[in-house]
């Protein structure tokens, strides 16, 4: 009977290219017709943010952060967007910023018209959100949305992946390395090139993340070409010459091997084994290519990372521990301290903030420096969106088991979250966070589909309506 079956299944006739056809067609008209043309203005979007670090095409940069703006409200799932509770909690803090600004306790209001205002780069920042939220739900395009945008993002991350491990092996400083890397014969040039990488190289590593996602949607040959694009964008990441990268860049492979969507003991000990072999594999280039491990950008960094996990896992006696972390914290420790001290002072509603002469605010974590400037009234909106993000995620992993897009998106969170408590990325510049809003975009859409599942949310009339929106999924894509 199972020969006959197989037999039958044999004599099938192979999709043939009208049958293809039919059948994107047939996927193109369940996706609502607001979609397409917003993810590709969004995917452009992200594409001319990359250039505009280089101070390249910034006026189409400003016109097309100003489209996706505009197409935001009048794209399918915009209100349904709105009507999550971590969404709320977003604009909460947005709210709170304004009520700051309209008092002075936060810049002025003659602030809220820059550019480089943070209620302004939230407000740009949304359409990415809806963006990611809503390809979560349509997986071709999602697929379609990652890998080009990946592939040019890969392009030019070739060039610089080349750049940072010649100067890494030439022990060269940021400002030369970032220079040789685009051709420059003046340093001065290569750092102010240094100032835009503090944020890109970031960028880098929350997109080899995101493309975990793509897993289950490609074939063994694209697969293969995801991963080539993983180990560029991690090796920018990590041979930028910054020590907080290098940080979060270990702790996304510690958090791969506790969540990837395996379910042997066998595959866990097997991630668990290659975060320690590319850990010694750092190491080796610290110690063995670099000659000497303090000297160069890349050497710094990892010189830092090592002295970081040293003190924090070996430990030293009393002072040392302090002086040893603010060595490896490029000083960070004391400007946390700082903005911690702040908060204690004003824990309600916070200091405020008047400007970088403001020495109350450390100024580069976003956690604590929001927590100094706003108190629980800014801190808690904060914390509240991304702990009901990472609670459905949680609640999906236990009971629908792990999959690639929420353990992705789980490694992502916990990894920004460590960027947040070490750095100001939220919010602070617009190429970064249109990015960062985007894999959030993803977060919120894996951790609404996981709430669809669960039995309360089948007797829910708003989650009816999420099913609604969600039910127009296209075929799922091959494996």
């Not at 505009?70 to 915009?78: E, I, L, W």
């Not at 074939?219 to 090796?235: D, E, R």
């Not at 002072?345 to 929001?370: E, R, W, Y």
């Not at 993000?389 to 490694?411: E, H, M, N, V």
Request: aromatic letters at 16%; one cysteine or more.
């Amino acid at each position: 009977m199972a020969t006959a079956h197989l037999e039958a299944l044999s004599r099938q006739p192979t999709p043939g290219v009208k049958d293809r056809f039919r059948s994107a067609v047939a996927a193109a008209r369940a996706v609502p017709g607001s979609l397409p043309p917003f993810w590709i203005a969004c995917a452009l979007t992200l594409i001319v943010a990359h250039y505009q670090l280089w101070g390249r095409f910034n006026l189409v940069y400003k016109i097309m952060g100003t489209v996706v703006v505009v197409m935001m409200p009048f794209t399918a799932g915009f209100s349904r967007l709105l009507s999550l509770p971590a969404v709320l909690w977003l604009l909460a803090f947005e709210l709170v910023m304004l009520a700051n600004m309209l008092v002075g306790r936060y810049f002025t209001i003659s602030s809220l018209f820059t550019t480089a205002s943070a209620p302004v780069i939230l407000i740009r920042s949304l359409p990415f959100l809806l963006c990611g939220y809503t390809l979560g739900r349509h997986l071709n395009w999602q697929r379609r949305f990652l890998l080009f945008v990946g592939a040019v993002y890969w392009l030019f991350a070739i060039q610089d992946a080349r750049g940072f491990i010649a100067g890494a092996r030439a022990q060269l400083g940021r400002a030369d390395q970032y220079a040789q890397t685009q051709g420059f014969d003046d340093a001065k040039i290569g750092s102010m090139y240094a100032g835009a990488f503090v944020y890109f190289a970031p960028l880098m590593l929350f997109f080899a993340i995101a493309l975990f996602r793509l897993y289950p949607l490609l074939s063994k040959g694209w697969k293969l070409f995801v991963i080539v694009m993983q180990a560029t964008f991690t090796i920018v990441a990590v041979l930028s010459g910054f020590g907080a990268t290098t940080v979060m860049a270990f702790l996304a492979i510690i958090l791969l091997a506790i969540y990837a969507p395996v379910k042997s003991v066998g595959w866990r000990l097997y991630y668990l084994g290659v975060s320690s072999a590319i850990y010694a594999v750092f190491e080796f280039v610290r110690r063995g290519l670099l000659a000497e491990g303090g000297k160069g950008a890349a050497g710094q960094a990892f010189a830092k990372f090592s002295q970081l996990f040293s003190s924090i896992f070996w430990g030293f006696a009393g002072e040392d521990v302090a002086s040893s972390l603010e060595v490896a914290s490029s000083s960070r420790a004391s400007l946390l301290v700082t903005s911690f001290k702040t908060f204690l002072q004003n824990p309600v509603m916070g200091h405020g903030f008047s400007g970088v002469g403001d020495l109350a605010v450390g100024g580069h974590s976003f956690l604590f420096d929001t927590a100094a400037t706003f108190g629980l009234a800014g801190l808690l909106p904060i914390l509240a969106f991304f702990t009901l993000i990472l609670f459905s995620l949680w609640r999906a992993r236990t009971a629908a088991g792990a999959s690639w897009p929420p353990s992705s998106s789980t490694i992502f969170l916990f990894t920004l979250l460590a960027g947040l408590v070490m750095n100001p990325y939220f919010l602070n510049l617009l190429s970064l966070s249109y990015f960062l809003f985007l894999l959030l975009g993803f977060a919120l859409a894996d951790a609404d589909a996981a709430a669809l599942t669960t039995p309360l949310a089948a007797a829910s009339p708003r989650r009816a309506l999420h099913r609604a929106f969600f039910s127009a999924n296209e075929p799922s894509a091959p494996r």
